[in-house]
Structures are given as C-alpha cells and as structure tokens.
C-alpha cells in the first residue's frame, strides 16, 4: 500500500509541476549538453487591435474595431436583385459590428450578418486600386459560422475597376468582380470557391473560370463555431495557394486547373461536318446466308405442365381455399343502397387445414425442354464495317493564346453579396496585400490570438500533461520508471497476497481440528468416506437382505445408521450403512 501511494504521489506532484511550468512566464530544460530548450507560454491571452509596420504595402486591412471608422468607409447596398419576386429582390439584410458571442477576445468586433433568407450586400473601397503586375495578390480573412450553416455562402469579391461597380450602393449578383474567394455550402456539397473573370484577349469578353475542388473535405468549418482564417495567394508565374488556417488546402496553375481552361484548344470538330447516309458503323450484322433449322419450333411455350406430377391423396376438390366468416356481422349503419350488397370477408377454410390442398388441383409448371425461342441468325463480322464516325478536326476560330492569366482586371473594392439560410455570419480582419510577411503579422495579432485562447480554455490537466511530455519526449523514459515498475511490483504483490491467503486458510482449518465439534469441513471428509466405502457396504447389505434382515438403527452413540439405496440389481431392499467414526 505504501507503494501504491508513493506511485500516485509522484504521478501527482509531475502533472502538478508540468502545470505550474506552463503558467510561468518560461521553461528550461538542459536536454543535453549543448542546447537548451525553452517553452513560452502566456497566462492570458490580451488583445490589441492590430497594426501594421511601417511601410508596409497594404491595400485594404480593416479589422472592424472602429465602429465610427467602419460607418465611413463601408456602404450597404440599396439595390434590387433582377428576375425575382418583389417581396426578396431588396438587398435588405442587416450588418452589424459586435464581438464574437463564443470566447470573444477583450475589445475585439467583428462584421455580422444578421439577418437569413435575405439578399444582404456590403462593400468598401480599397486603399488604392490592386494593378496585377509584378507583384502577388494575398486576399486573407476571418469567419465564424456562429449558428452553423445550412445553406448559403461566406466569401467575398474583389470587385472589377468598371463603370458598373463605380457606385457601391449598387452592389448586386450582376456587378462585375475579378475574383470570387471563400465557403459556400449547400446540404453535403461543401466548397471553398476561387473563381476569377478571365478576358478574351481576341474579343474582350469576361467568362467564369472556377479552380478544381480541394481533396480534402472541407465541412468544419461550417459546423464547430469557432474562427478559421482563409488565405488566398495569387502570384506572377500564374501559380495559386488556397490555405485555411495557415494550411495549404488547395494550389496549382491558373493555366491547367481551371473550368474551362483559360485558353481554348487549336482545333475543333468542324460544325459543318455531317455523317454520311451510307456510313456503316455496325462491328457486327447477321449471318445472311444463315437458315432457321427446320426442327426449330419458335411456338413451343417456355413452361410446360409436369407430365410426372401426380394430385396428392386427400386433396380436396369440392372446397375453396377461402370461405365467408361464418362469425361476421353487417355493420349496423350498413346502407345496401349505397354500400351495396353487404357480404362477409373472407377467411381460410378450416376444412383445409388438414388437407394436402383445396380446390382445383393443376400440375405444377417446370421448364420445357423443348424450347427455343425466337429463332435469330447469328452474328459475323461486317464486311463494310467503316468505324466510329467522327466529324472533322478544324482550327479552332476562336483560338488565343494567354500566357499571363495572372494580369486580370484591375481591383478596386471588397464586397459581401450573400444569399443564406443561417444568421450570424461573422467576418473579422479582411486583409488584401503583396507582401506574405504581412498577411502572416497580421494574422499573429489577430487569428492567431483567437486560436491560442480557445486551445487554452480546453486544454485540461491531462492534455497540458501530455503536451508538455510531446514537447520533451525523454520524460517517457522517466514515466516508465516512476509509474511503470511500480505497476509492475503492485501486480506482483497482488498475485503474493492470493498465496498467502491461502495458507492462512490452510492454518485456520488445522486449528479448528482441535474440536470435536461439527464444521463444515466434516461434512465434506463424510462425503468422501461414504464414496469409499459405498462398495464395501452394498456388498454387506446384500448379504444381509438374504438372511432376511432389514431395516436397522444402531444404540452405538458413536454411529448413526443411514438408509440409502443399495445400488445393486433385483429385489433387494435398502440396506443400512454404518459411519465411520470420526477420527480426533
């Protein structure tokens, strides 16, 4: 038992002391000779809104913690949505600027959509306008479902430099944007969109090009209410990044993993190009010269009676399988001249039950051997077999060449223009620049942040035990020491225990011998001496039942006479069996 303890003892005062080292402000720990290593943590998690180095090239940051700089600068929209009913054309949704309802940090708001079943439209101007030319584009920003989604989007759009966009007010499906990038779910098909407008080099026409679709999927987000960070990364060489809480998700060529692909193909099947009448695509026709036999019967039916099956005796052909309920009443409010006839319903006839079968009897169906079938020639290879028909190949008129898909419409302002059945959207911390160093800055002052405060409110005792032990691996080596052999020696005392229990019951039992009174264990040694003198006793008894003896009781004190069977053959009657005395 002392063991015992001393093993939790030192289990405790571990996780106590891996918890006291994760509130302190650092841990060292001499791992070897030549390095050290040091763990910071941070008792509370404090935020600032954020900020950015100087000189930083910076397009649009808005954190939305001003609610007085937001009312500035954001505009909602006023527009109607065209082709739809009146009453929910009005992009009437509201916005409002408020802190996270779940683990908000101290002085952070946020964007929210309050409203669902409703177009709601909201936008801002950048900074300056994002020519793409030389540098990447970096589109980052936070959302939180706080009521889950049910269907509807969470992405934004950088809107087009258009005279159609110049009024923001405006705003609806129809404005024109450059790029599309965020969640959009609807029931099990959950998606991360990037979408950008390519123009036509040739014409000038803008067409949707929409990026293959991530490999991992991507539902979490929609459903645990807490924040997540998307990144989008768009560089010169017509490369892409799409990331989700600093993870990359998705990436490839602004060339090669796009519907439709940027640029069409050279050749194209010729529109004009028809097949002709007498082109024979058939790999296979009958046989021509192939003649029906003449023992070919094709009206010889598939299922014939079974000529061998023969009515069963006792069938009884008189009876119908089913008979009126001779118990069924008509219903009282039974009118004839509405309802009709009245007549009971019918049930099994009991006069079947014992019967093979009632009614007519007929000879089971089986497969007639005789059968063939429609007769049909069989099949050769065509002769005139020409192949697949295929119109043919042309140049494509419409055939361009776009090597730089990258430089896309000029960049003006972010919009959210959403359609959703789930309230309570909130965006935090939209960030558009050219400079990675900054998106990742930004995002250490502020999802970063968020993140660490919601790991460390449900981080428990173990967990931070574990993390600890993750991060300093030799520690295993000392667990299995501290609790491993005591486990070990606690098992082996316990298997000792049982022995020594039973020698302690061992000694009990010679103790009580001392007494002449009857114990238990006399009854058990009473069982084995009858077993071994049962054959020496049937033999006594039978003798005895010859001379005419029978039942008898001794006046011996020391014995008592038990009746039992004599186990023996014949007549012979129960004999009596003396016991043995006990023995001191």
């Known amino acids: 038992m002392r063991l015992i303890g001393l093993t939790c003892l030192l289990f405790l005062c571990g996780v106590a002391l891996v ?109 300056r306008p994002f020519v793409f030319r030389d540098k990447p584009l970096i589109v980052q920003y936070e959302v939180i479902h706080q009521n889950g989604q049910e269907c509807g ?160 005796d006792g069938w009884l052909d008189d009876e119908p399988e089913n008979i009126p309920d001779p118990t069924a009443e008509k219903p009282s409010d039974w009118d004839e001249e509405m309802d009709g006839e009245w007549e009971a319903p019918l049930v099994p006839n009991p006069a079947c039950e014992e019967a093979p079968g009632c009614g007519e009897w007929k000879a089971p169906d089986i497969v007639n051997p005789e059968f063939k079938g429609k007769w049909r020639a069989p099949m050769i290879d065509n002769p005139n077999y020409q192949g697949k028909w295929s119109p043919r190949r042309i140049p494509n008129p419409d055939y361009f060449e776009d090597k730089h898909p990258y430089k896309m419409t000029t960049i003006f302002a972010v919009g959210f223009e959403l359609w959703t059945m789930s309230n309570q959207i909130l965006f935090d911390n939209v960030l558009i620049t050219d400079d990675p160093a900054v998106a990742t800055n930004w995002a250490a002052q502020t999802f970063d942040l968020k993140r660490r405060k919601i790991e460390k409110e449900a981080e428990s005792v173990v967990t931070a035990f574990f993390r600890y032990t993750n991060e300093h691996p030799w520690l295993w080596a000392v667990y299995v020491v501290v609790i491993g052999l005591p486990i070990v020696l606690v098992v082996f005392l316990c298997c000792s225990g049982s022995s020594s229990q039973e020698k302690e019951e061992i000694a009990r039992r010679a103790e009580a011998k001392k007494t002449d009174a009857l114990l238990p264990d006399d009854e058990m040694e009473e069982m084995v001496d009858e077993t071994e003198g049962k054959e020496e006793d049937t033999a006594e008894t039978t003798q005895e039942s010859k001379k005419g003896g029978g039942s008898q009781k001794s006046n011996d004190s020391e014995e008592e006479v038990v009746e039992e069977p004599s186990g023996g053959s014949g007549d012979a009657p129960p004999s009596p069996r003396k016991r043995r005395p006990r023995k001191d």
């Open 19 to 127: 918890k006291c080292n994760d509130g302190e402000a650092s841990v060292e720990v001499d791992d070897s000779d030549e390095a050290e290593a040091v763990v910071e943590t941070v008792d509370d998690v404090d935020y600032v809104t954020p900020t950015l180095p100087p000189g930083s090239s910076v397009y649009m940051a808005e954190h939305f913690d001003d609610p007085a700089s937001f009312n500035r600068k954001w505009v909602k929209s006023e527009a109607k949505k065209e082709g739809i009913d009146e009453d929910i054309a009005k992009y009437d949704g509201v916005w409002q600027i408020e802190p996270a309802e779940r683990d908000p940090l101290k002085g952070d708001l946020g964007l929210v959509l309050k409203s669902k079943a409703k177009h709601s439209a909201i936008s801002a101007k950048l900074d």
């Open 153 to 312: 989007g969470a992405y934004l759009k950088l809107l087009s430099e258009d005279k159609q966009s110049a009024d923001l007010r405006k705003l609806h499906d129809k404005t024109p944007y450059t790029i599309m990038f965020g969640p959009d779910k609807c029931g099990n098909d959950y998606k991360l969109h990037f979408i950008f407008r390519h123009k036509n080099p040739v014409n000038g026409t803008l067409t949707e090009k929409h990026c293959k679709k991530p490999k991992e999927r991507l539902d979490e987000p929609f459903t645990d209410k807490t924040p997540h960070l998307y990144t989008l990364i768009v560089k010169p060489d017509n490369s892409f990044q799409v990331l989700l809480d600093h993870k990359v998700v998705n990436e490839g060529s602004l060339l090669e993993d796009f519907t439709p692909p940027v640029n069409p193909p050279q050749e194209i099947d010729d529109p004009n190009d028809v097949k002709p009448k007498d082109w024979d695509e058939r790999e296979k026709i009958p046989d021509a010269e192939a003649r029906k036999p003449e023992d070919w019967d094709e009206d010889a039916p598939q299922f014939i009676p079974d000529p061998s099956a023969s009515k069963p």
